[in-house]
């Protein structure tokens, strides 16, 4: 199990994702390739990927994740959205690919009001095509979504029907446990850590989940309210993380916080992680 934190680039870019990694110990990072909160896509030039790698390639820290921008949504009603998130998801898994990212996560996404067939539909028309551009080495991940009705994926039973619709196999997916929690797996205790496997295993989902985000939930299971808290902090709980971190269907995944802690507090929850993915 490779344990990590997503990282800001700082005044290092790309490349300061490394440093800051290493204040947490982690073994892997997430990072943003681009302004999150702008359309702006990542044009990095061939020396700006060289010199990242040259950072990165000799870290020791693997796996490198990518996140989109927040803005993208795969399965937006608008027309005008809809092309926009597309074409900045292949942006962006094509800079990935320069910079030797091994995963790019990408939100599964929503879709207002329209039925939920054709909000699936969008989404999976997406998926195709962006995994068909250019991706070199890194591979796609679709994140579920938080449990509200207009997603196109929350639950294990939806991602299997996206991902059947899209029909792409190299597509995996990134399982973010607050999402989890609040969409109604009962994170916080044994019982509903089996299920969540055992309804991976049911679906035939287990080996495209290459991936966990590791998040405490501000807010109770079922609540559909999708606030990070820092491990051990929130509604999931200690318990909750010690039932998950055992379990040998995660072995050889990775997981990466998104807590709102600093790196002192990352730190010590990527300890608190390690030391229970040992039993």
């Not at 990072?31 to 702006?40: C, H, I, M, T």
């Not at 690919?97 to 997406?126: C, K, Y």
């Not at 109770?220 to 491990?231: A, K, L, Q, V």
Request: net charge negative; with cysteine; charged share 25%.
């Amino acid at each position: 199990m490779r344990i990590g934190a997503h990282v800001r680039r700082r005044a290092g870019g790309v490349a300061g994702g490394v440093e800051e990694a290493r204040k947490r110990g982690a073994d892997c990072v997430q990072v943003f390739v681009s302004n999150p909160r702008g359309w702006a896509p990542p044009h990095p030039t061939d020396e700006e990927a060289a010199a990242f790698r040259a950072v990165w390639e000799p870290s020791g820290l693997r796996p490198l994740v990518a996140h989109a921008p927040y803005l993208v949504n795969v399965a937006s009603a608008n027309p005008e959205f809809l092309e926009r998130s597309r074409a900045l998801a292949r942006d962006t898994l094509a800079a990935c690919a320069m910079f030797g990212v091994d995963m790019l996560v990408v939100h599964a996404g929503t879709g207002g009001d329209d039925p939920i067939e054709r909000i699936v539909a969008r989404a999976a028309d997406s998926v195709r095509e962006i995994a068909a551009s250019e991706a070199g080495p890194t591979r796609l991940l679709i994140e579920l979504e938080e449990g509200i009705p207009a997603a196109s994926a929350s639950t294990i039973g939806q991602a299997a029907r996206l991902l059947e619709a899209a029909d792409v196999p190299g597509v995996g997916l990134c399982l973010d446990t607050c999402h989890l929690f609040v969409a109604g797996y009962e994170l916080d205790r044994e019982s509903g850590v089996a299920r969540l496997f055992d309804e991976l295993r049911a679906t035939g989902l287990l080996d495209r989940v290459v991936l966990f985000h590791a998040n405490d939930a501000m807010f109770p299971c079922g609540s559909r309210r999708d606030r990070h808290e820092n491990i051990g902090d929130g509604f999931i709980g200690i318990e909750g993380f010690r039932a998950l971190l055992p379990r040998p269907e995660v072995a050889d995944l990775a997981f990466i916080l998104e807590t709102p802690g600093d790196a002192e507090r990352q730190a010590r929850d990527i300890e608190l992680l390690r030391s229970w993915s040992a039993g």
